[in-house]
């Protein structure tokens, strides 16, 4: 079992930064790969983040070179630097973890509003 919790939401201005943190605890050691999705009222969820063990990451256009993903083995935590933040940003995101074993995790989302 591995328990996922996000931090980091809140309410920003247009070309605002944020850090999200997404702390693992449990059978932590069993994650293959880690990511970031948002979701956002009457739209499907969307990945804007993937980090493997190996540290390759992945991200879709809509915020590369604005979106970086990092990972803290030491302190099992994932983060999600947001910089030139959009009104469209504005959604709830959710941390994931994929486990060696085949089981997916999610944590129960922070909010993130991005507005004037």
């Known amino acids: 079992q591995v328990q996922l919790v996000e931090s980091g939401g809140g309410l920003v201005q247009p070309g605002g930064s944020l850090r999200l943190s997404c702390a693992a605890s449990g059978s932590s050691l069993s994650i293959l790969f880690m990511r970031w999705y948002r979701q956002a009222p009457g739209k499907q969820r969307e990945m804007v983040a993937h980090?493997?063990?190996?540290?390759?990451?992945i991200y879709p256009n809509s915020v590369k070179g604005r979106f970086t993903i990092s990972r803290d083995n030491a302190k099992n935590t994932v983060y999600l630097q947001m910089n030139s933040l959009k009104p469209e940003d504005t959604a709830v995101y959710l941390c994931?973890?994929?486990?060696?074993?085949?089981?997916?995790?999610w944590g129960q989302g922070t909010q993130v509003t991005v507005s004037s």
């Open positions: 980090v493997s063990d190996g540290d390759t990451t």
């Open positions: 994931y973890a994929f486990s060696r074993l085949g089981v997916a995790y």
